[in-house]
T-cell receptor, first 113, second 112 residues
């Protein structure tokens, strides 16, 4: 069974730009969650999508948004990038959602210059 | 407010001995606690979880203990192996926001 895939793996952007990251969950999984990992803050929950609806949301500004498609693939968008947005962005999928076993992708490393 | 704390940023253990990774939390509304391990350049891998209604869960060499009165959980790895060297994150799930709160991780080094 194929695992969670994320594209692109690496990305360099400049301040003020926007970026879209993509996540394809394990086949059959309906829940996709997004996380940001930085050395200072560790792993932080961004949001969770289930059946195309945002179900849970962490404490991030509105510049961070996402969506989920009918095939459960999910995209995350960050607008007006700031230097502090440089991080590893991870997505995870599961059958039901946060709280049960989640399977993580390898992440997208974003560098904002 | 850091709801999940892993106060030891690193831990070094000899191969074959027990590794004990600790985690404290402040949110009494957590329903589940989960442990993940992460190797460099890879995403986290789910390891083991425990429901808040239990005090112990075991899976092979990994055992998680939960002490609700102390708001403390620990992960025991016995015996430790060099391949266990990784960063371990504990996380709590539940509460009013329904999201997953991670600790900042403990880097475990198991020396041969």
């Amino acid at each position: 069974k194929a695992g969670v895939t994320q594209t692109p793996r690496y990305l360099i952007k400049t301040r003020g730009q926007q970026v879209t990251l993509s996540c394809s969950p394990i086949s059959g999984h309906r829940s996709v969650s997004w996380y940001q990992q930085t050395p200072g803050q560790g792993l932080q929950f961004l949001f969770e999508y289930f059946s195309e609806t945002q179900r849970n949301k962490g404490n991030f500004p509105g510049r961070f948004s996402g969506r989920q498609f009918s095939n459960s693939r999910s995209e995350m968008n960050v607008s007006t990038l700031e230097l502090g947005d440089s991080a590893l962005y991870l997505c995870a999928s599961s059958w039901i959602g946060v709280g049960e076993t989640q399977y993580f992708g390898p992440g997208t490393r974003l560098l904002v210059l | 407010d850091q709801q999940v704390k892993q106060n030891s940023p690193s831990l070094s253990v000899q191969e074959g001995r027990i590794s004990i990774l600790n985690c404290d939390y402040t949110n009494s509304m957590f329903d589940y606690f989960l442990w993940y391990k992460k190797y460099p350049a890879e995403g986290p891998t789910f390891l083991i979880s425990i429901s808040s209604i239990k005090d112990k869960n075991e899976d092979g060499r990994f055992t998680v203990f939960l002490n609700k009165s102390a708001k403390h959980l620990s992960l025991h790895i016995v015996p430790s192996q060099p391949g266990d060297s990784a960063v371990y994150f504990c996380a709590g799930y539940g509460g009013s926001q329904g999201n997953l709160i991670f600790g900042k991780g403990t880097k475990l080094s198991v020396k041969p």
